[in-house]
């Protein structure tokens, strides 16, 4: 495969320049794949180059170049999950958005590598692919790259990524124009709404029409999990404190996603203060199951010394005889 | 900063983080942030600067000094530890975060404005270093270079602190007409002495005044020298330099570090430099370099870290253990070690007077020597700058435990003789001297655990006692504190060998009953 003509004659006009780069980058990164560099050049950047006004196609080149290398340098391209994470965001979704990513390229785009890195770190690959769909798709809705960063954000809430559920709303309540058909809404109207109702529940569906469903979380580290031993959960305001060993996480559920986030011993402690009655809305465990007003779900463990907690939306359900914490919508 | 600057990164705060609940709120900054330069990379508030000592701390050893030895060791958790050959020596991988002497007791110093000799073979980077912390303190390289005082043997007075000027010599009436052209280094906040034993001993004499008493002088003239670090160095402190190294001078030194061999392993970092024509000390970060302001600041807050009681306590029964030579004295304040060194009597002859004590038990045997008041100051300092350097606001035991072999190096002799070193399993501790010391804290922390003197500690409660003052104390009290003290010496005194830290009891028993007895004379003095 070959590079188009485009970049070809930026490449030839400034050989000693992007050469020295290189040099310097081999000498910087031992590990440095020449090889790699080469194919996201031809695969990634060519076509956004190819793409790009020839008036501003000598800056893109050289602004984005740095930025191969150093993600080449990094080691986060190549055949696994997190190159190939990154190699689809900029070959499939930038490719949509090209314009936006003017005057300043190597910004948007490191940051936007950035965002899918985090994600694809905090939240899981499948989270990191969902937020490229949809920036792929909504993207193009941003006037401009400020508004695009503010964007990514919700689409990273939407995604599951439940940690930017407050910011997003935020967003959502200042941008309803650009963000109503990512969130599945007819008219901006409805976002305005949205960010309200699922500021005060976070498993709200009157909008979204996202059907809320028991979540599991957790997994013992033998097996690649968070959790060295059988949870411990106290309800907080955010979601739920867990203690598991000597480790503390703060676990966030909301109608889109979970996630869980190191926490302390302190806020562990802390969280045992709190006190959630709803008296009226108690879950109920019975004949194996849990119901709440919502739902209702059925128990694989030992009853004995099974566990439930509850905050204001969420019931957590955990066991000494299970890594996995269940968690769905109390009301 | 351009990806290519990769000498100049330094390391992102915070270096040591704590276990401190984060504030779970989110903002868009989290998402964008990441490996790749963005614009969403924090603008970092000023930084504490215990946080940017630290951040010198890993800039130098991530691109300046290869020295991938982490000698100070912190656990978390309990480490994994190994055996390794036919000695058994145990090579530990530490499950907290561990330093290099090599950098960190030079940084300590820099932070504290102390003494830092480094010792070891030529070649090891014992003069770079030296320099880097000169660079630190914000002078240019080539000021830090001219101002550095290599030691020869034709080094000179006027060499080292500056001469008459020569017009001045001739047209003077008087001393105080002729003017002296000061050395420049004697004004800087850095001070580094290249090969120190090469002195000769006059100039060495005028090399002590200045690191001592912190001035110059010449032909009646006096130079005040800022407080500054000071670095020297020796290819061999063993006697190896040109000239003896006089022992004031050497007692001056705040603490020895051993620059380490290179580990061929890290020969690809020479090789990076040497391609890219890169020398660390011209290299370094402004971010991390401290202005003067910024260093009279960190000095006071290391100063304003606190040493716990309990600590303090382990200190004393340690330093205790040392200084006691009951053959030495025949008065009880004169069993000491000092009187023995004072009074020329051999050493082995004084040793083979000694009976009773066990020689192997008693940590004193192990010694020719005591401590020095200067020696426990600078334990001290050293102790609460580590303790800062990790974040801290007190001494934990493990930052003493730590800094002690290297302030107690040299100065705290080892008698090679004791029967401690003739065990085949100490072999080791006769040529490795911050080991033995090391692990002679161990073992007074041990004694002093066993003899539970948290928990029970009467010397100390008379202390306290003292301490509250004796506005209102009336005779009746007086008296029945002095019959405790009296008390206590005899229960000390009854069937007990006499070790140091019971030694020092007695004395502190006998200044209280002192202290007790002249203010009871003063109660009845006034009627």
């Known amino acids: 495969m070959s590079i188009s003509k485009e970049f070809a004659d930026i490449l030839r006009a400034g050989r000693p320049q992007f050469n020295a780069q290189v040099v310097k980058a081999r000498h910087q990164y031992p590990n440095f794949d020449t090889e790699a560099f080469n194919l996201f050049l031809q695969n990634c950047v060519d076509p956004l180059v190819a793409k790009i006004n020839s008036d501003q196609r000598g800056l893109f080149c050289v602004d984005v170049f740095d930025l191969a290398i150093d993600l080449v340098g990094r080691g986060l391209i190549g055949g696994h999950v997190r190159g190939q994470l990154i190699q689809n965001l900029w070959n499939d979704a930038v490719v949509e958005f090209i314009s936006l990513l003017l005057p300043r390229p190597s910004e948007v785009l490191a940051s936007l590598t950035n965002a899918l890195l985090n994600l694809e770190a905090s939240n899981g690959s499948d989270v990191g692919s969902e937020w490229m769909t949809l920036l792929r798709k909504y993207a193009t809705s941003a006037p401009s790259s400020e508004v695009l960063i503010q964007l990514g954000v919700v689409f990273a809430w939407r995604a599951g990524a439940p940690q930017y559920r407050t910011v997003a709303l935020r967003i959502i309540a200042e941008y309803p124009d650009f963000t109503y058909q990512a969130l599945g809404l007819t008219n901006s109207a409805q976002a305005l709404e949205l960010s309200q109702t699922l500021g005060s529940n976070p498993w709200d569906s009157s909008l979204t029409g996202v059907k809320p469903f028991p979540r599991t979380i957790g997994e013992f580290t033998g097996l690649g999990g968070e959790l060295s031993q059988p949870p411990k959960v106290r309800p907080c305001p955010a979601g739920f404190v867990v203690e598991s060993g000597d480790r503390y996480f703060l676990l966030i559920v909301d109608c889109f996603g979970q996630m869980l986030l190191p926490s302390s011993k302190q806020e562990f402690n802390e969280a045992s203060q709190q006190q959630y009655p709803k008296d009226n809305n108690l879950p109920l465990l019975k004949n194996g199951s849990v119901f709440t007003k919502r739902l209702t779900l059925e128990i694989d463990l030992p009853l004995e010394e099974l566990q439930l907690v509850w905050n204001d939306y969420s019931v957590a359900i955990y066991s000494p005889y299970s890594f996995a914490i269940r968690v769905m919508p109390f009301v | ?527």
Not at chain 2, 2 to 26: D, E, G, Y
Not at chain 2, 210 to 236: I, K, Q, R
């Open chain 2, 1 to 527: 900063m351009s990806p290519f600057n990769i000498f100049q990164r330094v390391s992102k705060a915070p270096t040591k983080p704590k276990a401190t609940p984060r504030a779970h709120q989110f903002d868009v900054a989290d998402l964008y942030q990441g490996p790749l330069e963005s614009s969403f990379d924090s603008k970092a508030p000023p930084l504490a600067l215990d946080e940017k000592l630290r951040q010198a701390y890993f800039w130098i050893v991530n691109s300046a000094i290869i020295s991938p030895h982490y000698d100070i060791e912190y656990n978390d958790a309990p480490p994994q530890s190994f055996a390794v050959g036919d000695n058994k020596r145990r090579l530990t991988l530490p499950s907290g975060q561990s330093y290099s002497s090599y950098v960190l007791m030079p940084l300590l110093t820099f932070a504290t404005r102390r003494k830092c000799l480094f010792v070891g073979g030529p070649g090891r980077g014992k003069t770079a270093s030296a320099i880097l912390m000169g660079v630190l303190a914000g002078y240019p390289v080539k000021d830090v270079r001219r101002a550095m005082q290599h030691g020869h043997p034709q080094m000179t007075i006027a060499d080292l602190l500056g001469n008459p000027l020569p017009a001045d010599l001739v047209n003077a009436q008087s001393m105080e007409d002729i003017r002296i052209a000061w050395r420049s280094w004697l004004g800087m906040r850095v001070k580094i002495i290249d090969e120190y034993n090469r002195i000769p001993t006059r100039t060495q004499s005028a090399l002590l005044t200045v690191m001592g008493d912190n001035y110059a002088e010449v032909l009646n003239h006096v130079f005040e020298c800022p407080d500054s670090a000071w670095y020297l160095t020796a290819n061999d402190d063993q006697g190896g330099g040109t000239y003896q190294v006089i022992e004031a001078l050497r007692d001056r030194i705040d603490v020895i570090v051993q620059a380490l061999s290179f580990n061929p392993r890290f020969l690809n970092d020479l090789l990076v430099r040497i391609e890219e024509k890169v020398r660390p000390e011209e290299i370094v970060p402004q971010e991390i370099v401290f202005n003067e302001a910024e260093i009279d600041q960190m000095n006071d807050d290391i100063l304003a870290i606190e040493l716990p009681e309990p600590l303090r306590r382990r200190i004393e029964f340690f330093t205790s253990q040392f200084e006691m030579s009951e053959a030495a004295g025949a008065q009880f304040e004169y069993m000491t070690k000092d009187t023995a060194r004072l009074s020329a009597v051999e050493w082995a002859q004084l040793i083979a007077s000694e009976s009773g004590r066990d020689r192997l038990k008693d940590l004193g045997c192990q010694t020719l020597n005591g401590l020095s008041v200067r020696n426990l100051m600078t334990l001290i300092v050293y102790a609460k700058a580590l303790a800062y350097f990790r974040g801290n606001t007190a001494v934990e035991l493990e930052d003493l435990r730590q800094v002690l072999p290297f302030v107690l190096n040299d100065k705290l002799r080892p008698d090679h003789d004791a029967p401690f070193f003739a065990l085949p399993e100490n072999a080791a501790y006769r040529s490795d001297g911050i080991s033995w010391l090391r692990h002679m804290f161990d073992l007074s922390n041990t004694e002093y655990e066993r003899l539970r003197l948290d928990q029970d500690d009467p010397v100390g409660d008379l202390q306290r006692e003292f301490s509250q003052g004796l506005e209102g104390v009336n005779e009746s009290q007086t008296r029945t504190r002095i019959t405790k003290i009296e008390r206590l010496v005899a229960e000390f005194c009854k069937g007990k060998k006499l070790y140091g830290h019971l030694y020092d009891d007695l004395l502190k028993l006998k200044y209280l009953h002192q202290r007790y007895t002249n203010y009871l004379q003063w109660l009845r003095s006034q009627g």
